[in-house]
C-alpha cells in the first residue's frame, strides 16, 4: 500500500486527479466490449551531470510525466496519450482509442486497490541521496584520483545519471498496481596516448539505488581504475584474427551474448506470431545440456529489476532455457492471452508515449562446474573476450553480433597477447549448442544495459560464468 | 490548425520563458519548444495492428550566469511547470564551473533570412484511409512470391510539428514541418530457415511517397531474395556496400570531424583539415537549402545561420563540422552544425548499380549491416554483414553470419566508385559505395 500512496501523490494528488475521475475514464473505455484496457499514469524526474577536462560542464534536470490509454480486442491495440494530467485530456485520449472498438453499452467500473509485490528496491529519490555539491565532488574526486593513475591519460569524462520513476496503472477491473523506481548509473571515460597512439576505456555501472552506491565499496573509484586498464590493454593491442575459432568468453557483461542470441528470440510477440527462428521450437534441444538460462526481474536492486511490470504483473524467475531444452517465452498480457499462457511480468514501456511489449529484465545463465583457468587451458588456438560494446539480432534468420571491447589471443593454453575489438557473430538457435565447458563464476553485468526494440530503450542487466564456444566467426582484420 | 497563429503563440510562451530566465538572475540564455502530433497505424496479415495516436511537446532551456551553464526541461508547457523549469536550470549553473568556452553563439553568425524551405504539408489522413494504404501495401507484398510465409506488417505514419527556437541575443524563430512515412516488412521461408527483410517511403510532401504497391514489392523482393544465404570463408575482397547502407560511412566520416570528438583528440581524422582523406574524385558538401528535403534548415539547433559548403572536394578534407563551443575549443568559427548536418550530399558518379557490379568484377555486394563495431578514435571497423556474392559482375548466391572489416581511414582512400543510384530517404545522400579490400570472415 505505501508504494500506492506514494505513486497517488506524485502522479493524482499534484495534478487534481481524482479516483472518481480515473473511474469516469475506465467507464467510458469499457463502454465497448474489449480484452484488455489499462491506463498508464508516469512521472519521471532525471538529472544528469557531466565533468570534462576537469570541469562540471554539463548540469541537466528533466521533469517528463503523463498518461497513456490503451484498449485491446483480439489483436488489434487502439492507443493514445497525454502528457497533461488533466481530465478533459484523458477524456480526448479515450474517444482516440475508442476508434478501435465497436459502439456498445454503458459501464460502470468502481476501482480497487492491489496488493503489491515484495519490494526490490528504495523508493527513496535517489536525485536528492546527495547535495548538488556532493555530486560535483564526487565527480571532481574521480576525476583527481583516476588521473593520477598514469601519465599519459589525456582526457578523463565523467557522467552521473539518476532517475525518480512514479508509476501508476489501472487494468480493465479496476485494479491500481504502483511502483516507485530509483535508477542510478556513472561511466567513466579516459582518452590515453602513448607514443602517439590514442586509444580509450570505458566502464561504468549502477542500479536501482541512490547516488551513495557509487561511494560504497569504492565502486565510482574502480570505475576509473577498470576505464585506465581497458585504455592500455587497447593500447597493447594488435590486429583481430579473421576466422571462425574456439571462443572463451569472460564472466558477466559478456552475457550479452544470451541477451542477443536467445533472449529476443524468446520474446512472446515474435513467437506468437511466429517471426522468430525460435518459434515453436518449446521443448527441443536449442543448446548444450551445460546451458540453464533465466530472465529475471525480481533480483534486489539490479538495472533491469522491477517489483512490477509496466502493466502492473509482478516480475519473476522465467526459465528460457533448462539443461539446454527450450522451456518456454518472455511474455506481456497482450501475447500471453492470445497463446494461452500465463503472463510472465515482462510488459515493459519505454514511458507513458508507447505501447508494452515483452522485453527482458536480467537474463543470465546459470554456473556450471569448471574452473575458469582450466577452461583457457583447454584451448589450443582461440578468442578470450572480456569485454564487449554491444550487439544486434536479426530474429527471424537468428544472425546476431555482438562486438568485443577487449579481447586477447589463447595460443596453447595461455593467454598470450591483447588484439583489437571485433564483431563477433553466430546463428542464436546453434551458438549455445557448441558450448562445451561452463564456469563456476557466474557474475552479473555491473549495471549498464540498455536494449532498444521498436525504437523503446528500457534499462537491462545481462549475465553469465565463463564459457567456451566451440566455433565462433571473430570478424577481425587478420586473414590467416 | 492555424499554423501561423500558433506559432506565435508558442514564441509567446518561449519569450516568457527568456524573460523569466532573465529575472532569475541569467546573463544569457536559450531555449527550444516544440509541439508534434501524429497518427501511426499498422495492419499485419490483413488485419489492423495498432492505431495510435502522438501528440508530444516539449521545451528545454539552458541557461549562462557568466561562463557557468545549465540546463533543463520539460514535457509539461503550464506557467508553473516553466518556472520551476528555469529554476531547475539556474540551480544546476550553481554548480557547474566556469567554462571560457561556454555561451551563446556570436550575435552575427545568428540566422536573420528564412527563406521557405517547404517543409510543411500537412496530409488529412483518415484511419480509415491510412488502414487501406497498408493493407494495399502489405497485399502486394504478401502476394508477390511463393515464398513469402509471413509478415510483421506495414505501418503508416504521419507526422506534424512545429519547433520554436530563442535567446538573450533576441533570435526568435519558429516554423511548421510534416513528416510521413509507409513502411513494409514480411518473412520469406526455404526448408527451415527464415528470412526477413523491409523497406519503407518517406516525404515531407506524401505525394512524394513510393506507392504502396511500390514499397510491398521491393520489401518483398529484398526478402525472398535473402533465401539460401551461405556463409564465406576468410577472405579480402572488394565490397560494395548498398546506396541505403553506406550513408553509415558518411555519417562515421561525421563523426570523426565533430567538434566533440577533435577537441577531445578521439578522433582518427585529428589534425586532417586540408589533407588528402578520400581519392581525388570524392566531393561532400552540405545543402542546408533544399526545398522539401528531409534535412533542411535554415539555422541549427543554437540559430546559428546554416549555409551550403563543401566538407571534402577533390579528396582534400576542407571543414569540420562544429557548434558554437566545440569551434572555440577549436580557436574556429561555427560551422552551423549544433545538432548536426544537413543534407550531406555525396556527389553521385556515372556509373549505375549495374555497372558498379560490372567495376566491382567479384566481390561481396552488402546491403545490411549489424552492430555498432566503429571506433571513431582509432577508425577500426568490424561489423556483421548480409548481402550477395558477385562473380564477374553478376550476383550468384546471397551470404550472410559473416562479418566485414577494416580501418575507416584505409576504407575511405580505398573507395573506387560512387553510384549515380542516389538513396534520398534520410539526410545522408549517397549512391553505393566501392571499396577495393576489405576483411571477410565466415565459416
Known amino acids: ?480 | 490548425m492555424n499554423t501561423s497563429a500558433h506559432i506565435d503563440e508558442l514564441k509567446h510562451i518561449l519569450h516568457s520563458l527568456l524573460n523569466e530566465a532573465k529575472q532569475q538572475g541569467a546573463s544569457a540564455a536559450q531555449a527550444g519548444l516544440s509541439q508534434e502530433n501524429g497518427l501511426s497505424v499498422s495492419v499485419r496479415l490483413g488485419e489492423v495492428e495498432t492505431i495510435e495516436h502522438h501528440c508530444d511537446q516539449g521545451l528545454g532551456i539552458t541557461v549562462y550566469f557568466d561562463q557557468h551553464k545549465g540546463s533543463a526541461s520539460t514535457s509539461d508547457l503550464s506557467p508553473d511547470s516553466i518556472k520551476e523549469t528555469v529554476r531547475a536550470a539556474c540551480s544546476i549553473a550553481r554548480y557547474t564551473s566556469a567554462d571560457p568556452f561556454a555561451g551563446l553563439p556570436d550575435q552575427d553568425l545568428l540566422q536573420t533570412e528564412f527563406p521557405k524551405l517547404d517543409l510543411y504539408h500537412p496530409w488529412s489522413l483518415t484511419t480509415d484511409h491510412a488502414i487501406d494504404l497498408a493493407t494495399q501495401c502489405e497485399n502486394t507484398a504478401l502476394n508477390f512470391h511463393p515464398a513469402i510465409s509471413n509478415s510483421e506488417g506495414a505501418s503508416i505514419n504521419s507526422h506534424q510539428g512545429i519547433h520554436i527556437l530563442g535567446n538573450s541575443l533576441g533570435f526568435l524563430h519558429g516554423y511548421a514541418s510534416t513528416r510521413h512515412s509507409l513502411s513494409c516488412s514480411v518473412l520469406a521461408q526455404a526448408d527451415d530457415s527464415m528470412q526477413r527483410d523491409y523497406w519503407y517511403t518517406v516525404a515531407r510532401n506524401a505525394v512524394h511517397l513510393d506507392s504502396p504497391e511500390q514499397v510491398g514489392k521491393t520489401a518483398a523482393e529484398r526478402t525472398v531474395r535473402r533465401l539460401n544465404a551461405r556463409s564465406l570463408s576468410p577472405r579480402q575482397c572488394p565490397v560494395l556496400y548498398s546506396a541505403n547502407i553506406a550513408s553509415g560511412l558518411f555519417g562515421s566520416l561525421i563523426g570523426a570531424i565533430s567538434g566533440g570528438a577533435l577537441y577531445r583528440k578521439s578522433t582518427f581524422l585529428l589534425d586532417c583539415l586540408d589533407t588528402l582523406i578520400f581519392p581525388e574524385f570524392v566531393h561532400i558538401h552540405e545543402q542546408p537549402y533544399l526545398q522539401g528535403a528531409l534535412g533542411s534548415a535554415a539555422y541549427d539547433n543554437e540559430g546559428v545561420a546554416t549555409h551550403a559548403h563543401d566538407i571534402v572536394n577533390q579528396g582534400l578534407l576542407r571543414s569540420y563540422v562544429l557548434n558554437s563551443y566545440s569551434a572555440r575549443k577549436l580557436g574556429l568559427q561555427s560551422t552551423g552544425n549544433a545538432g548536426g548536418i544537413h543534407n550531406l550530399t555525396i556527389e553521385p558518379g556515372t556509373q549505375t548499380f549495374a555497372e558498379l557490379l560490372t567495376t566491382m568484377d567479384t566481390g561481396l555486394y552488402v546491403t545490411e549491416l549489424m552492430g555498432q563495431g566503429v571506433n571513431i578514435v582509432t577508425g577500426d571497423y568490424s561489423r556483421g554483414a548480409a548481402g550477395f556474392w558477385v562473380e564477374h559482375g553478376v550476383i550468384q548466391y546471397p551470404v550472410e553470419e559473416i562479418t566485414i572489416a577494416g580501418n575507416l581511414k584505409d576504407m575511405f582512400k580505398a573507395i573506387i566508385a560512387i553510384g549515380n543510384d542516389v538513396d534520398l530517404r534520410g539526410n545522408i545522400r549517397t549512391g553505393s559505395v566501392l571499396i577495393e579490400q576489405m576483411s571477410i570472415a565466415g565459416v
Open chain 1, 1 to 480: 500500500m505505501e508504494l500506492l500512496h506514494l505513486a497517488k501523490n506524485a502522479l493524482l494528488a499534484s495534478t487534481g486527479i481524482t479516483d472518481q475521475d480515473i473511474e469516469k475514464v475506465l467507464s467510458s473505455l469499457l463502454s465497448s466490449p474489449l480484452d484488455t484496457a489499462d491506463i498508464y499514469f508516469q512521472s519521471t524526474h532525471s538529472e544528469s551531470w557531466v565533468l570534462e577536462n576537469g570541469i562540471i560542464k554539463e548540469g541537466h534536470h528533466n521533469i517528463e510525466q503523463g498518461a497513456g490509454i490503451r484498449a485491446v480486442i483480439g489483436e488489434k491495440t487502439g492507443f493514445a496519450y497525454t502528457d497533461r494530467l488533466e481530465l478533459p485530456m484523458l477524456m480526448t485520449a479515450t474517444q482516440h482509442v475508442k476508434g478501435i472498438l465497436k459502439q456498445g453499452q454503458n459501464a460502470q467500473v468502481n476501482l480497487k486497490n492491489h496488493r503489491n509485490a515484495p519490494i526490490l528496491y528504495p523508493s527513496v529519490n535517489p536525485l536528492k541521496s546527495l547535495s548538488d555539491q556532493q555530486k560535483v565532488d564526487l565527480l571532481q574526486k574521480i576525476d583527481r584520483e583516476t588521473r593520477q593513475l598514469d601519465s599519459r591519460i589525456e582526457e578523463v569524462i565523467v557522467s552521473l545519471l539518476g532517475a525518480h520513476e512514479h508509476i501508476l496503472v489501472v487494468d480493465q477491473d479496476g485494479q491500481l498496481t504502483a511502483d516507485v523506481r530509483p535508477l542510478v548509473r556513472m561511466n567513466v571515460t579516459v582518452i590515453m596516448l602513448d607514443n602517439g597512439r590514442r586509444e580509450q576505456g570505458s566502464m561504468g555501472g549502477g542500479g536501482r539505488s541512490h547516488y551513495h552506491y557509487f561511494i560504497d565499496e569504492e565502486r565510482a573509484l574502480n570505475y576509473g581504475k577498470e576505464a585506465v586498464r581497458l585504455a592500455l590493454v587497447n593500447l597493447e593491442a594488435t590486429a583481430a584474427p579473421a576466422g571462425n575459432m574456439t571462443v572463451v568468453l569472460g564472466p558477466g557483461w559478456p552475457g550479452i551474448l544470451l541477451h542477443e542470441a536467445i533472449g529476443h528470440g524468446l520474446e512472446g510477440d515474435f513467437n506468437r506470431k511466429g517471426t522468430s527462428a525460435f518459434s515453436g521450437r518449446v521443448n527441443e534441444r536449442v543448446a548444450s545440456s551445460l546451458c540453464t538460462v533465466v530472465d529475471d526481474g525480481s533480483l534486489q536492486g539490479r538495472r533491469g529489476s522491477l517489483t512490477i511490470d509496466d502493466e502492473g504483473t509482478p516480475t519473476q524467475q522465467t526459465v528460457l532455457i533448462e539443461n539446454g531444452i527450450l522451456k518456454g517465452y518472455l511474455q506481456d498480457k497482450l501475447n500471453a492471452r492470445l497463446m494461452g499462457v500465463a503472463p510472465t511480468g515482462n510488459g515493459r514501456r519505454e514511458s507513458y508515449a508507447s505501447l508494452p511489449l515483452p522485453r527482458m529484465t536480467n537474463t543470465y545463465m546459470l554456473p556450471g562446474q569448471d574452473d575458469p583457468e582450466e577452461i583457457i587451458a583447454s584451448v589450443q588456438h582461440g578468442l578470450y573476450a572480456k569485454n564487449f560494446a554491444g550487439g544486434q539480432v536479426d530474429i527471424t534468420s537468428g544472425k546476431f553480433v555482438f562486438s568485443a571491447s577487449e579481447a586477447y589471443l589463447i595460443e596453447n593454453g595461455k593467454i598470450t597477447r591483447p588484439v583489437k575489438g571485433a564483431t563477433l557473430i553466430g546463428n542464436g538457435p546453434e551458438v549455445l549448442t557448441r558450448v562445451s565447458m561452463v564456469g563456476n563464476d557466474l557474475a552479473l553485468d555491473s549495471g549498464v544495459g540498455t536494449c532498444g526494440k521498436e525504437g523503446q530503450s528500457v534499462p537491462v542487466g545481462v549475465g553469465q560464468p565463463t564459457l567456451k564456444i566451440d566455433g565462433l566467426t571473430v570478424g577481425g582484420t587478420h586473414v590467416a
